[in-house]
């Protein structure tokens, strides 16, 4: 792909599995080239990366760490030095390390900090700089029902997940004259390995619409904030969960 082609540019975080990986299927098309990031998965990256071909679309996979901050600037520019041009960004990756709080290791309090909400500040920095010379741009960021209600033995999800709707609503202030929109997706209870040790059925009669949601379900209302169709929000945090509240 050359800067020529003229194609959106998506760059996914957390894009091996899951709601990431149904994130970059959903957004693969003729008109877009996704840059789908994974840490460690790289298996399951290239099996994404498959199944966006298979949709029609063109991609890449790139290995690095939400982490380390210079190294997604590196990215950053990477990608902005080669396509000319940076669309969408999807933060995506995130963690879970669920205990108690009383008994949390603070490794356990920062790992899971360090992933969903500075992994936040590592990539959406950068790429605001760039589109904002652009004067266009869209950031969807995946948050959690549970920045939104209590769940007991997730203090430190919880607060990674509220810290990222706090920051995105207050980006999407500082970046929406510039043309620039920033909203979230706080999932529910999603058919995803973070909750496969979860009581499946004790989880259901929870959720009003007594069943748990599927990580396309997710994708659709991503792809959808991503879009023209959406060209008048911003800032907005958007629950997909079935009914819960």
Request: hydrophobic content about 40%; proline content about 4%; charged content about 25%.
């Amino acid at each position: 792909m050359s800067r020529q082609d003229n194609k959106k540019i998506a760059i996914i975080t957390g894009g091996s599995k899951g709601i990431g990986r149904a994130i970059c299927v959903e957004l693969a098309g003729p008109d877009r080239h996704l840059v789908i990031n994974y840490m460690g998965d790289r298996q399951g990256a290239e099996k994404t990366l498959s199944l966006v071909e298979e949709a029609g679309g063109t991609g890449e996979i790139n290995q690095f760490d939400v982490r380390d901050t210079e190294g997604c600037e590196r990215i950053v520019e990477d990608v902005e030095g080669r396509f000319g041009r940076i669309d969408i960004l999807v933060n995506n990756a995130g963690i879970i390390k669920d205990g108690l709080f009383m008994m949390m290791p603070p490794e356990n309090w920062r790992s899971v900090i360090d992933t969903g909400l500075n992994g936040f500040y590592n990539m959406t920095r950068p790429v605001v700089e760039k589109m904002v010379r652009r004067r266009a741009g869209s950031i969807v960021s995946i948050s959690s029902a549970s920045s939104l209600m209590p769940n007991r033995g997730q203090t430190n999800y919880a607060a990674a997940k509220a810290g990222l709707n706090a920051a995105s609503r207050a980006l999407a202030c500082e970046v929406a004259r510039l043309g620039i929109r920033v909203n979230v997706v706080a999932p529910g209870l999603i058919e995803t390995d973070m909750i496969k040790e979860a009581p499946k059925d004790h989880i259901k009669t929870l959720i009003p619409m007594a069943r748990i949601g599927r990580p396309e379900e997710v994708a659709k209302v991503v792809s959808f904030l991503c879009s023209e169709a959406a060209s008048y929000m911003t800032g907005q945090i958007l629950s997909v969960n079935g009914g819960m509240i």
